[in-house]
C-alpha cells in the first residue's frame, strides 16, 4: 500500500527520489534482492561518499553519491511495499544507519575544515531535530489519513513482530532506536502535545503545511549538502543547518503551535 492515500498527497521537496525509487524496485521484484538488503547499499553508498568527503576527493562523485543514497533509501520502503512484506525491522535499521551516516558526513565535512567538534556536534543533533519535526508530521499526518502505519506514532514500547521477523533481532534494533530516536520523539511530542494539528485522531494535517516542512527531510537535507559539494560551497554547511534551518524550524513550530492550540481552534467555531 502506498504511505498516503491519493487525496492526502503532497508535493514533498524531500522525496525527489521516490520516481527513481519505484523505478528501480519494478526491476528488482523478480529478483532475490529484498528491502533490508537495500538498506545496507544505500548504507555502503553512504560510506564511499563520506569516504571522498573527509579525504577532498571527486566532490562532485561525493554528492552524486548523496542523492543515490536518497534514491536506494526511498527503495527500501517501496520494495518492502511492493511484496506486502511490511517490517519493523527495516524501519528501526534504516532510521540507525541514517542517524550514523548524517554524523559521519558532518564530520567529514567540518574536520578539514578544523570546525570545531562542539560545533560539528550541535550541528547534527540540529539536523537530527530538523528531521524528525519532518517525520513525526508525517506519520501523524498517515496514521489520520488511514495510510501506511509501519511507523508508529509512539516507539516507547517494543512492536509486535511480524511474522517474517526475527524478535530478537527486531528487539535489539528496537533498543537501539530508542537510545539514538527516543529523545528526539519525546522533545518533539513533548512540544506538540495536545495540539489539535497533530492529534492522531483530528483531520489529517493540510497538505500546504506537510509541503512546507518537508524541506526538513533527510532527502532535502542531502540535496542541499549535495549542492556544496558540487559547488565546492562546504563552509556554508553549518551556517545552513545551524543558523538558518534553526530559524526556520522555530518558526514552524510556533506557527503550528499557535494554528493548532485548543483556544484558537475554539474561538474559530464560534466565528
Request: glycine share 6%.
Amino acid at each position: 500500500m502506498p504511505k498516503l492515500p491519493p487525496e492526502h498527497k503532497f508535493w514533498d521537496l524531500s522525496d525527489y527520489a521516490r520516481p527513481g525509487a519505484i523505478w528501480l524496485v519494478k526491476r528488482l521484484l523478480p529478483t532475490s534482492i529484498g528491502a533490508i538488503t537495500l538498506t545496507w547499499l544505500f548504507t555502503a553508498v553512504g560510506l564511499v561518499s563520506v569516504l571522498l568527503i573527509f579525504n577532498r576527493y571527486a566532490l562532485t562523485l561525493a554528492g552524486s553519491l548523496l542523492i543515490l543514497k536518497s534514491l536506494l533509501d526511498a527503495a527500501d520502503g517501496e520494495m518492502a511495499r511492493a511484496r506486502n512484506r511490511p517490517s519493523h525491522t527495516g524501519r528501526y535499521l534504516d532510521s540507525i544507519n541514517d542517524l550514523i551516516l548524517n554524523g559521519l558526513v558532518l564530520f567529514a565535512i567540518g574536520i578539514p575544515l578544523m570546525i570545531p567538534v562542539w560545533k560539528i556536534a550541535l550541528t547534527w543533533i540540529s539536523f537530527q531535530l530538523q528531521g524528525t519535526i519532518f517525520n513525526y508530521f508525517y506519520v501523524i499526518k498517515r496514521h489520520q489519513a488511514s495510510g501506511d502505519k509501519t511507523s508508529r506514532i509512539s516507539e516507547v514500547t517494543s512492536p509486535v513482530p511480524y511474522p517474517q521477523e526475527n524478535p530478537r533481532v527486531l528487539f535489539m534494533l528496537h533498543k537501539l532506536y530508542l537510545i539514538f530516536y527516543g529523545w528526539q520523539d519525546w522533545i518533539i511530542d513533548t512540544m506538540f502535545k495536545g495540539n489539535q494539528i497533530t492529534n492522531s485522531r483530528s483531520r489529517p494535517i493540510p497538505n500546504w503545511i506537510m509541503s512546507l516542512i518537508s524541506i526538513f527531510g533527510l532527502g532535502f537535507q542531502l540535496l542541499i549538502i549535495a549542492i556544496l559539494l558540487c559547488t565546492n560551497t562546504l563552509e556554508l554547511t553549518f551556517p545552513i543547518f545551524l543558523i538558518v534551518y534553526n530559524i526556520i524550524a522555530a518558526l514552524v513550530v510556533f506557527s503550528v503551535l499557535i494554528l493548532g492550540s485548543k483556544k484558537l481552534q475554539k474561538r474559530a467555531a464560534r466565528l
